[in-house]
């Protein structure tokens, strides 16, 4: 119970019941992380001294100078599990509704949803079989 | 003014400013990196408004999923990381004007549809995954299934379109 707790660590703060009251602690967070990294930055600012030179506004990785630009071009296949991992992802939102209700409304949801993930399982066997899920 | 009306309006003042930064500025990636502002804010609206599994679904999908693959493409291109002069288009005042029709045609259509209508957001959760999994599975199933076949052509195209392209690749390694 979140929401109870933040209540009793902030009793008089907010009214903590409702739909946003259970966001709150969600908002407080977030604003203690602002501040956190504002404080963490202008802390540091203050209290270094600043001389900057060329070596050290150089962009290091492991302490090696960097050679070239910052710019990779990365192989197509990257891209096409990228768009394999947006799809099922988008497959497994819809997930998400079903199992809430699918108790309630019986097997016929079941046999809807078996449908939908059906028809994108023959995406993924296309893939496989025009082997883009193999990674040479 | 409620502390929910203002950070509506701070969220929607966030989303169409940072909006209107990714069609202006110069570099690809600022671009691509001011849609994920765009999209946060979007989903802080829905959530301010009750959409609860909505806004998150935003987070998850556009944020988490849609920009990646976004940068993924421009990671593709060649090196579009400084600043590009040829990006402006010179039909940058029709872009504008389709723009606000189509702005104009969507608010029309929503407050026509739904302009009277009330949800009381705080008493119960009205944008809940049971309550969209209640709408889907018992009113829309159908577009749901649709939805699927949707998928698999893009999938499907997706993989067509990247075999063409390295077949085509291989031969100039």
Known sequence: MPTAAAASIFPRLTRMDGYYGSYVPVLAIIVVGAVLVTAMFLGNRLLRPSRPSPEKQLTYESGVDPVGTGWAQIHLRY??????????????????????????????????????IGIIAVGLVYAWRKGVLAWT | ??????????????????????????????????????LGALAGCYLLLGA?????????????????????????????????????????????ATAGVVGLVLVTVVVAGFGGARVSVDEESVGSATSMGDAIFRHWVLPFEVLSVLLLAALVGAIVLSRGRASSGEETP
């Open chain 2, 52 to 96: 609860e599994f909505v806004a998150w679904v935003q987070i998850l999908i556009y944020v988490g999923a849609v920009v990646v693959l976004l940068l993924f493409a421009l990671m593709l291109t060649r090196a579009p990381t400084g600043v590009q002069t040829g990006l402006t288009t010179g039909n940058r005042v029709v872009a504008a």
């Open chain 2, 1 to 38: 003014m409620s502390v929910v009306g203002l950070l509506f309006l701070l969220m929607g003042a966030m989303a169409v400013g940072s909006a209107l930064l990714v069609v202006t500025t110069a570099r690809l990636v600022h671009s691509a990196l001011w849609l994920v502002v765009t």
């Open chain 1, 79 to 116: 891209y096409v599990f990228a768009y394999l991992y947006v799809v099922f992802a988008v497959d497994a939102v819809f997930l998400f509704p079903w199992a809430t209700v699918y108790a309630g409304l019986g097997w016929v949801t079941v046999g809807e949803m078996g449908v939908f």
